[in-house]
């Protein structure tokens, strides 16, 4: 099946060439799709069904241009991964802490234009944060935006040019907030006597603002099948398990944190007080193992879907996030509308979730659902994931907290922001893409 191969695959090298292209398009009405690492699991960089359509690969727009260690901030092009750009820091002693389970694949670009969000972002912040100013190559020019730490100048315009996927430009250059290398680090394991609890503790934990740099709480399910792939086994369960039932926790609900500081003193004192909190939700240590399997195994989750699928199982993921005092009912209803989607007399999903991103007002839900797979089961979860995006919105959800629009959210993104939410994107597109050749289909649906 050709139907979805681009006409041409281009690699342009600067910004100004970029922009060339883009006006060669416009001239022509040739759809353009930019492509990074490749990752969007939500349809951002499928190619769009008219009969012409290009891909601008940006893996030649992939070095460092400067870093200016006086002021913390590194200028880089878009194609650069976080693998390679980490190394580089990590030899100046600087990095960006920002490893969304992606990294090993995606592309800086790629962060900023999807909004993204790494498993270190309850201590070190989403992208959005992370991100000074970026340089856009747009159908009508050339678009820059932000260039110092805050500013009252009107709206912030960067906001516009951070998670718009393509649809109004191509980003071709980036600064980034960079932070010094932590000196010392403690990854560590514990569990709660249930998600609701374990939900209070991380709750206190982030209003009181002693989160660990990354924090992540498994429901009971994901907790169970934690556990089983990678806990303890034989005589070593059997003590594990009468370990916790001493101290009054039976199932529970696992939590991981990982800790990075710039001082063994600092990360004493604040894990310490953070347990002084944490004990107070009945939640019980683990110790430091649980922890570093975790920080061992923590991008092999799309290898493991891919043995998964080359088995003959359906596994995909949805993701959503919301407010604390909503947070309890949205996971029921969110795991309840999976399960009712997918169940039937030759069916039994596995629908599990857990928290990884914590902020003083709420929190992310991450779901996973495994199922057998067979014929048909493409064509199930399409209508599945179709029901549970829309049981998130009335439940107080949003339709994605990291994993963007693209084309497979767009329908579901206007009953979040609204018609007047709505307007402003088109007028926005408009403007910066008045033959509409960006990326097609993302944000915006093209019946629109």
Same mark, same amino acid.
């Given at each position: 099946?050709?139907?979805?191969?681009?006409?041409?695959?281009?690699?342009?090298?600067?910004?100004?060439?970029?922009?060339?292209?883009?006006?060669?398009?416009?001239?022509?009405?040739?759809?353009?799709?930019?492509?990074?690492?490749?990752?969007?699991?939500?349809? !951002?960089?499928?190619?769009?069904?008219?009969?012409?359509?290009?891909?601008?690969?940006?893996?030649?727009?992939?070095?460092?241009?400067?870093?200016?260690?006086?002021?913390?901030?590194?200028?880089?092009?878009?194609?650069?991964?976080?693998?390679?750009?980490?190394?580089?820091?990590?030899?100046?002693?600087?990095?960006? %802490?920002?490893?969304?389970?992606?990294?090993?694949?995606?592309?800086? %670009?790629?962060?900023?234009?999807?909004?993204?969000?790494?498993?270190?972002? #309850?201590?070190?912040?989403?992208?959005?944060?992370?991100?000074?100013?970026?340089?856009?190559?747009?159908?009508?020019?050339?678009?820059?935006?932000?260039?110092?730490?805050?500013?009252?100048?009107?709206?912030?315009?960067?906001?516009?040019?951070?998670? #718009?996927?393509?649809?109004?430009?191509?980003?071709?250059?980036?600064?980034?907030?960079?932070?010094?290398?932590?000196?010392?680090?403690?990854?560590?394991?514990?569990?709660?006597?249930?998600?609701?609890? !374990?939900?209070?503790?991380?709750?206190?934990?982030?209003?009181?603002?002693?989160?660990?740099?990354?924090?992540?709480?498994?429901?009971?399910?994901?907790?169970?099948?934690?556990?089983?792939?990678?806990?303890?086994?034989?005589? &070593?369960? &059997?003590?594990?398990?009468?370990?916790?039932?001493?101290?009054?926790?039976?199932?529970?609900?696992?939590?991981?944190?990982?800790?990075?500081?710039?001082?063994?003193?600092?990360?004493?004192?604040?894990?310490?007080?953070?347990?002084?909190?944490?004990?107070?939700?009945?939640?019980?240590?683990?110790? &430091?193992?649980?922890?570093?399997?975790?920080?061992?195994?923590?991008?092999?989750?799309?290898?493991?879907?891919?043995?998964?699928?080359? #088995?003959?199982?359906?596994?995909?993921?949805?993701?959503?996030?919301?407010?604390?005092?909503?947070?309890?009912?949205?996971?029921?209803?969110?795991?309840?509308?999976?399960?009712?989607?997918?169940?039937?007399?030759?069916?039994?999903?596995?629908?599990?979730?857990?928290?990884?991103?914590?902020?003083?007002?709420?929190?992310?839900?991450?779901?996973?659902?495994?199922?057998?797979?067979?014929?048909? #089961?493409?064509?199930?979860?399409?209508?599945?994931?179709?029901?549970?995006?829309?049981?998130?919105?009335?439940?107080?959800?949003?339709?994605?907290?990291?994993?963007?629009?693209?084309?497979?959210?767009?329908?579901?993104?206007?009953?979040?922001?609204?018609?007047?939410?709505?307007?402003?994107?088109?007028?926005?597109?408009?403007?910066?893409?008045?033959?509409?050749?960006?990326?097609?289909?993302?944000?915006?649906?093209?019946?629109?």
């Amino acid at each position: 099946d050709t139907s979805t191969v681009p006409a041409a695959v281009l690699q342009p090298t600067s910004h100004d060439q970029v922009l060339e292209v883009l006006r060669i398009c416009v001239e022509h009405r040739i759809s353009v799709v930019p492509y990074g690492g490749g990752t969007s699991v939500v349809g !951002g960089v499928t190619r769009p069904t008219e009969p012409i359509g290009i891909v601008i690969s940006l893996d030649k727009l992939s070095a460092l241009v400067s870093l200016d260690e006086v002021s913390g901030l590194v200028r880089v092009q878009p194609g650069m991964t976080g693998p390679v750009l980490e190394r580089l820091l990590g030899a100046r002693g600087f990095t960006l %802490g920002h490893l969304p389970q992606s990294w090993e694949r995606a592309s800086i %670009g790629g962060y900023a234009a999807t909004r993204s969000a790494g498993q270190a972002s #309850s201590g070190f912040g989403r992208i959005d944060d992370m991100i000074e100013s970026v340089t856009l190559a747009t159908p009508i020019g050339t678009w820059s935006a932000g260039r110092v730490p805050a500013s009252a100048a009107g709206p912030n315009l960067m906001q516009l040019a951070l998670g #718009s996927e393509g649809a109004f430009g191509i980003i071709t250059e980036i600064t980034l907030r960079v932070r010094r290398l932590a000196i010392a680090r403690r990854y560590e394991g514990a569990i709660a006597p249930c998600f609701e609890a !374990g939900i209070d503790a991380c709750r206190e934990l982030a209003q009181l603002g002693l989160t660990s740099a990354v924090i992540r709480l498994s429901d009971e399910a994901e907790t169970v099948a934690t556990l089983a792939m990678s806990g303890p086994v034989g005589l &070593k369960r &059997k003590i594990f398990d009468r370990y916790l039932a001493a101290r009054g926790v039976g199932q529970g609900a696992l939590l991981i944190m990982g800790w990075e500081e710039h001082s063994e003193a600092i990360l004493t004192a604040r894990r310490d007080a953070a347990w002084a909190v944490l004990k107070k939700f009945g939640v019980v240590a683990l110790g &430091k193992g649980v922890g570093a399997t975790w920080e061992h195994g923590r991008f092999s989750g799309p290898y493991l879907r891919d043995t998964l699928l080359d #088995s003959g199982y359906l596994v995909e993921t949805f993701e959503t996030a919301t407010s604390w005092a909503e947070l309890p009912n949205l996971h029921e209803v969110a795991r309840r509308a999976a399960l009712a989607a997918l169940v039937d007399p030759e069916h039994t999903p596995y629908v599990m979730s857990h928290i990884s991103h914590v902020y003083e007002t709420g929190a992310s839900l991450y779901f996973t659902v495994i199922d057998s797979g067979g014929a048909g #089961s493409i064509k199930r979860w399409v209508a599945a994931k179709a029901a549970i995006s829309s049981a998130l919105h009335p439940a107080g959800g949003t339709i994605t907290h990291h994993h963007a629009i693209g084309r497979e959210h767009a329908p579901w993104l206007g009953a979040e922001i609204g018609p007047v939410g709505m307007g402003l994107l088109r007028a926005i597109k408009s403007e910066l893409d008045p033959t509409g050749i960006m990326n097609p289909g993302v944000l915006i649906p093209v019946a629109e």
